[in-house]
Structure formats: structure tokens, C-alpha cells
């Protein structure tokens, strides 16, 4: 194929389909364009974009750690021994002591046999689900469930597993389809513990009863539920009192630990397995020491200070309850995360653009990430928010919400 007939709008360049996405163009031609927007300096609650100080309420650092004298200085400290790369995978080069010693606190905080690091929570999704359910196997998952755990299903599927995908917390769907796998096969349940939109938090008792009843093992991820809810936010099967019946528990350290990486807590067999057999493991560079020193701070942190779990549930509660109050359609958001229904796309961005241009940053959800109709602003919370901080956003959505007609 000649040069010139690779050209705009030529259907048979695989490229052709880029000079037909125009919305990201259209949206910053008008200044509404709410992604991408570069952080000058990050104080936790408060950051710098663009010159400007803002209210930080688009975040998941739930904890505030990012801040955190005592982490950033362990980062520092780490990076001054171990450099600032593993420069290999956790497999040949890459694993340091310090990845051992969170793996074994891990396993103290999380009550399991044994732990194991990825490079990111996305991979760990990624890499356990697909290394552990295979041929003719059943994984079975919430429809709502985060994309890394979506992408393991279509890794486990290309493996010839069997994926099943119940209605959002319908343990009635639920039910219905682990009878459908049949008795004999070999099944895992999969959902997130606390929803990435919503901050709803899945039904872990009847997911647990019935994974007795039908045979099938549970796998949680639990990246929004950690340093959230449970005892000293231990996360989900903690909130419940089911630590022993959760098989396994999946987590980030890019939330609540203040930092970037992922792990996985379970039986020594398993984590031993997919230790040897997962590629996201394998072939991927481990985290590094800086992020690991980070995450075990913050783990001594969590540990020693629950009361910033407490801390951050207020927060969000205080934002939650006020805007349910002046009307605002909140869906059933949860946890540390209030999410806004505002249920048009151009509003959506419209509403966005205000708030930004008066101090506080939000999160746009638009399609392709929602369907329409289901646009929304999703704002999260920190324990070191100040009272201050949740007055001026309460304050702000009322009155662009009364401009835009939303309330
Ligand atoms: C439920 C869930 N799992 C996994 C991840 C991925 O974690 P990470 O950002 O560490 O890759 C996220 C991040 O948003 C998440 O919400």
C-alpha cells in the first residue's frame, strides 16, 4: 500500500479510527476538557494547577500519607540505599529485602499465610485471577467490577475459562449461576469489596454462604476498602468478621498506603503458585524501594492510628449528608467516596469546569467510563481534610447546582 493511501480516512489503515475520536478535541476547545491536568505541587487536600491553590476531591488518597513526614522520609531514606530502580522483575533481580519485610507484615496485618507483591494493583488483579482459574474453570464476577479484574477475565478466557458476570450485588444472579457451573467444576467468586464509583460495599455474607453451599472459593479486591472500613481498616472481610472465609484479598498501595503497588494475601500453596506461574509477576519490574519504604510507613501508621480511619468516614459523611440535603441525586455512594448523579454529559463537564474555576478538583465520569445517563462527579475523601475544606465544597456544589439547574 502506497504512502498516500494511508491517508485520513482511509478504512483500511488500522489508524483510521483515531481521526474519528474528537470528543477529548471538542471538549478542550470549549475549556471543558476534565482530564490530564498536571499537579504543580501536592499537599494531600490541597494542590497546586496551573498557579492555583485547589481543594483536592478527586483523590484516593484516603489516609492523607502522601503528605506524611514519616513516609516521605522513608521513601528518601530508601532511595539513598537501594537506588531509585529494582531494574528487573521480583522473579530474578528485582526482589529486595524490603518487598520480604512487607510481604510479612502483610501477612501479620491481613492474618494470612502468605503475601505477595506486584507492581501495580491493576496487575495483581490481573495476574492472580488469570493465573489461578483455567481451562474449563469457573470465574465468576460482579458486572460492576474494576476494569483490571475485567481485563483478567478476558486473559482467563483466551485460556478457555469459563467467565460468568452476575448483576451488580444480585446474589439472587449470583446464586443462579453458580448452579449452572454444575457441582463438579472447579469455581472462584470475584468482586470488588468496596465499588471504585459508587463506595458501595459488596455483600460479603451472602457471598461467603454461598460459596460454602456451591464449593467455590472467594477473591476480593479490596483497593477502595483498605485504610477505609474494617478494624484498624483492615478492609472488607474485617468490616464483616469473615477474615477466615475470604480466600484471598487483593490490594493497592497506590490508596490508602500512600504509594504505588500491588499484593495479594492468601494460603501459602496458592500465593506459592502464582508466585512461579503469573506473568504480570514474572515479566513485569518489581515496585520500587521508595514506593515499598512508602507503603510500610503508612502500614505503621494505619496500625498505630486508626483514628485517621475514623477521621475519614466523618468526612465523607459530612459532605454526604449535606448534599443529600440541598437534594442532589448521590445514588447510594458510600464509604469514602460521594459520588453526584448529574445525568447529562455537557452538564456533566459544564458542572466540572465551575468547580474547577473555583478552587476544588472533582473527578468527571463520562462515557465511555459510564452509560449515558449515568454521568456523574465522583468526589472521595481524606482523614486530613479540614472542616474548612468540606464547608467551601458543600457551599460550591450548592450554588452551581442551583445555576446548572441540578438541584
Ligand atoms: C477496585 C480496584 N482494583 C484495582 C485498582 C488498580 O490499582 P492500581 O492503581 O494500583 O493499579 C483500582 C484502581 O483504581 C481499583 O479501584
Given at each position: 500500500m502506497?504512502?498516500?493511501?494511508?491517508?485520513?480516512?482511509?478504512?483500511?489503515?488500522?489508524f483510521?479510527?483515531?481521526?474519528?475520536?474528537?470528543?477529548?478535541?471538542?471538549?478542550?476547545?470549549?475549556?471543558?476538557?476534565?482530564?490530564?491536568?498536571?499537579?504543580?505541587?501536592?499537599?494531600?487536600?490541597?494542590?497546586?494547577?496551573?498557579?492555583?491553590?485547589?481543594?483536592?476531591?478527586?483523590?484516593?488518597?484516603?489516609?492523607?500519607?502522601?503528605?506524611d513526614?514519616?513516609?516521605?522520609?522513608?521513601?528518601?531514606?530508601?532511595?539513598?540505599?537501594?537506588?531509585?530502580?529494582?531494574?528487573?522483575?521480583?522473579?530474578?533481580?528485582?526482589?529486595?529485602?524490603?518487598?520480604?519485610?512487607?510481604?510479612?507484615?502483610?501477612?501479620?496485618?491481613?492474618?494470612?499465610?502468605?503475601?505477595?507483591?506486584?507492581?501495580?494493583?491493576?496487575?495483581?488483579?490481573?495476574?492472580?485471577?488469570?493465573?489461578?482459574?483455567?481451562r474449563?474453570?469457573?470465574?465468576?464476577?460482579?458486572?460492576?467490577?474494576?476494569?483490571?479484574?475485567?481485563?483478567?477475565?478476558?486473559?482467563?478466557?483466551?485460556?478457555?475459562?469459563?467467565?460468568?458476570?452476575?448483576?451488580?450485588n444480585?446474589?439472587?444472579?449470583?446464586?443462579?449461576?453458580?448452579?449452572?457451573?454444575?457441582?463438579?467444576?472447579?469455581?472462584?467468586?470475584?468482586s470488588?469489596?468496596?465499588?471504585?464509583?459508587?463506595?458501595?460495599?459488596?455483600?460479603?455474607?451472602?457471598?461467603v454462604?454461598?460459596?460454602?453451599?456451591?464449593?467455590a472459593?472467594?477473591?476480593?479486591?479490596?483497593?477502595?476498602?483498605?485504610?477505609?472500613?474494617?478494624?484498624?481498616?483492615?478492609?472488607?472481610?474485617?468490616?464483616?468478621?469473615?477474615?477466615?472465609?475470604?480466600?484471598?484479598?487483593?490490594?493497592?498501595?497506590?490508596?490508602?498506603?500512600?504509594?504505588?503497588?500491588?499484593?495479594?494475601?492468601?494460603?501459602?500453596?496458592v500465593i506459592?503458585?502464582?508466585?512461579?506461574?503469573?506473568?504480570?509477576?514474572?515479566?513485569?519490574?518489581?515496585?520500587?524501594?521508595?514506593?515499598?519504604?512508602a507503603?510500610?510507613?503508612?502500614?505503621?501508621?494505619?496500625?498505630?492510628?486508626p483514628?485517621?480511619?475514623?477521621?475519614?468516614?466523618?468526612?465523607?459523611?459530612?459532605?454526604?449528608?449535606?448534599?443529600?440535603?440541598?437534594?442532589?441525586?448521590?445514588?447510594?455512594?458510600?464509604?469514602?467516596?460521594?459520588?453526584?448523579?448529574?445525568?447529562?454529559?455537557?452538564?456533566?463537564?459544564i458542572?466540572?469546569?465551575?468547580l474547577?474555576?473555583?478552587?476544588?478538583?472533582?473527578?468527571?465520569?463520562?462515557?465511555?467510563?459510564?452509560?449515558?445517563?449515568?454521568?456523574?462527579?465522583?468526589?472521595?475523601?481524606?482523614?486530613?481534610?479540614?472542616?474548612?475544606?468540606?464547608?467551601?465544597?458543600?457551599?460550591?456544589?450548592?450554588k452551581?447546582?442551583?445555576?446548572?439547574?441540578?438541584?
Amino acid at each position: 500500500m502506497g504512502a498516500e493511501q494511508l491517508k485520513h480516512g482511509n478504512r483500511t489503515d488500522i489508524f483510521s479510527k483515531c481521526d474519528d475520536y474528537k470528543l477529548a478535541e471538542e471538549y478542550k476547545a470549549k475549556g471543558y476538557y476534565p482530564y490530564f491536568h498536571p499537579l504543580d505541587e501536592n499537599e494531600g487536600p490541597v494542590v497546586s494547577i496551573e498557579g492555583r491553590d485547589m481543594i483536592m476531591a478527586g483523590s484516593n488518597n484516603y489516609l492523607g500519607l502522601t503528605a506524611d513526614s514519616r513516609v516521605k522520609e522513608a521513601a528518601i531514606r530508601a532511595v539513598k540505599k537501594f537506588g531509585t530502580s529494582c531494574s528487573g522483575s521480583r522473579y530474578l533481580t528485582g526482589t529486595l529485602s524490603l518487598h520480604v519485610e512487607l510481604e510479612e507484615k502483610l501477612c501479620d496485618f491481613f492474618q494470612k499465610e502468605a503475601a505477595l507483591i506486584f507492581s501495580t494493583g491493576y496487575l495483581t488483579g490481573q495476574g492472580v485471577i488469570s493465573t489461578l482459574v483455567q481451562r474449563n474453570e469457573y470465574l465468576i464476577m460482579d458486572r460492576d467490577n474494576h476494569a483490571c479484574l475485567v481485563v483478567a477475565a478476558a486473559v482467563a478466557r483466551s485460556g478457555l475459562a469459563k467467565v460468568e458476570r452476575f448483576r451488580h450485588n444480585d446474589m439472587n444472579h449470583l446464586e443462579i449461576l453458580l448452579k449452572n457451573s454444575g457441582e463438579e467444576s472447579p469455581k472462584l467468586i470475584v468482586s470488588d469489596g468496596v465499588f471504585s464509583v459508587s463506595g458501595v460495599i459488596c455483600k460479603l455474607p451472602e457471598i461467603v454462604s454461598l460459596a460454602k453451599k456451591y464449593n467455590a472459593r472467594v477473591l476480593i479486591d479490596d483497593a477502595h476498602a483498605i485504610g477505609v472500613i474494617g478494624k484498624y481498616g483492615k478492609g472488607t472481610a474485617s468490616e464483616f468478621g469473615l477474615e477466615k472465609e475470604v480466600d484471598m484479598t487483593i490490594g493497592t498501595f497506590s490508596k490508602s498506603f500512600a504509594s504505588l503497588g500491588g499484593f495479594v494475601v492468601g494460603e501459602k500453596r496458592v500465593i506459592e503458585y502464582v508466585k512461579h506461574n503469573s506473568p504480570a509477576l514474572i515479566f513485569s519490574a518489581s515496585p520500587t524501594a521508595s514506593s515499598i519504604a512508602a507503603a510500610i510507613a503508612s502500614l505503621d501508621i494505619m496500625k498505630k492510628e486508626p483514628e485517621l480511619v475514623t477521621q475519614l468516614i466523618k468526612n465523607a459523611e459530612f459532605v454526604r449528608t449535606n448534599l443529600k440535603q440541598l437534594g442532589f441525586n448521590l445514588m447510594d455512594s458510600r464509604t469514602a467516596i460521594v459520588s453526584v448523579l448529574i445525568g447529562d454529559q455537557e452538564k456533566t463537564v459544564i458542572f466540572w469546569r465551575k468547580l474547577f474555576d473555583a478552587g476544588i478538583y472533582v473527578n468527571a465520569f463520562i462515557r465511555p467510563g459510564v452509560m449515558p445517563g449515568q454521568e456523574m462527579l465522583r468526589t472521595s475523601y481524606m482523614s486530613t481534610h479540614k472542616q474548612e475544606h468540606l464547608e467551601k465544597i458543600v457551599e460550591l456544589f450548592a450554588k452551581i447546582g442551583k445555576e446548572l439547574g441540578v438541584i
